[in-house]
């Protein structure tokens, strides 16, 4: 029993500083989310003025729209500046249980991280901005009129945008499964269909569904795919230690 104590002893000071972190965590989210709520007439304007699309009129459909909307925008600033604190607070609170290696290499993985997300997210932002300047384009030859929710319009640029910056992501974790010797890249080799078709199923699921924004979002992580077997074989010249 004196044992048990001592041991829980030795994590109340990780545990007491998790919790702190989780409470800042907390705190940030309530002031951004109040932020964004007050700011959500100036976010709007931008992201509309960004996708200005010829013979595209943007409706709402209920006068209480705009409350929705700048709920809507608190949350997604919320969780874009809290998220990488909670990120952050992880890293720090695992750090001791690592070593010196482990160490190097999950801060070496951070920024390439910051960068695939940032990336992934602006390409899949303006990826929808051409594929929906053509879908209207198709609509006004056919005679039909482009009259769009805002709320929809926008939840699908913002969800498409932070879902594909996750999922460029996928090859850290690949390089992760192969460093811990789950994978090798020969397996990413033998099963390249197989992860084409899922990468492929993945996009689909993805807002919104049309040929155009499809096939220019899942070519960049075909592409991340390949370039993931290439950084992992050796015979380029990158070693593998386990």
């Known amino acids: 029993m004196e044992e048990f104590k001592k041991n829980i002893g030795k994590f109340l000071p990780f545990l007491e500083d998790l ?27 931008k992201i509309v003025g960004l996708f200005d ?17 700048a709920m809507d925008l608190g949350f997604f ?5 809290t998220a990488p604190y909670v990120v952050y607070s992880f890293y720090i609170f695992i750090l001791p249980a690592l070593t010196r290696g482990e160490k190097i290499q999950l801060l070496k993985s951070v920024p390439m991280s910051v960068f695939l997300f940032i990336f992934g997210f602006f ?5 929808l901005y051409y594929a929906l300047g053509i879908l ?55 099963h390249r269909r197989i992860a084409y078709c899922l990468l492929l199923l993945l996009t689909i699921l993805l ?25 992992n074989t050796r015979k380029y010249g990158i070693r593998i230690r386990h």
């Open 53 to 69: 699309i010829n013979e595209v009129i943007l409706v709402a459909s209920s006068p209480f729209q705009f409350i929705q909307i």
């Open 207 to 231: 807002p919104p569904t049309d040929i155009v924004s499809l096939l220019g979002m899942v070519l960049p992580l075909l592409l991340l795919y390949e370039a993931t077997i290439v950084l």
């Open 136 to 190: 209207a384009s198709i609509n006004t030859g056919l005679g039909i009129a482009n009259f769009w929710n805002i709320s929809q319009f926008l939840s699908q640029i913002l969800i498409t945008s932070v879902l594909l910056g996750l999922v460029f992501e996928f090859p850290l974790l690949l390089t992760l499964l192969i460093k811990l010797g789950v994978i090798t890249s020969t397996t990413l080799k033998d």
């Open 19 to 45: 919790r702190r972190r989780l409470f800042i965590g907390v705190i940030l989210f309530a002031v951004f989310f109040v932020v964004g709520l007050l700011s959500a007439n100036v976010i709007l304007k």
């Open 77 to 81: 600033l919320a969780i874009l500046v």
């Open 123 to 127: 390409y899949g932002f303006f990826v």
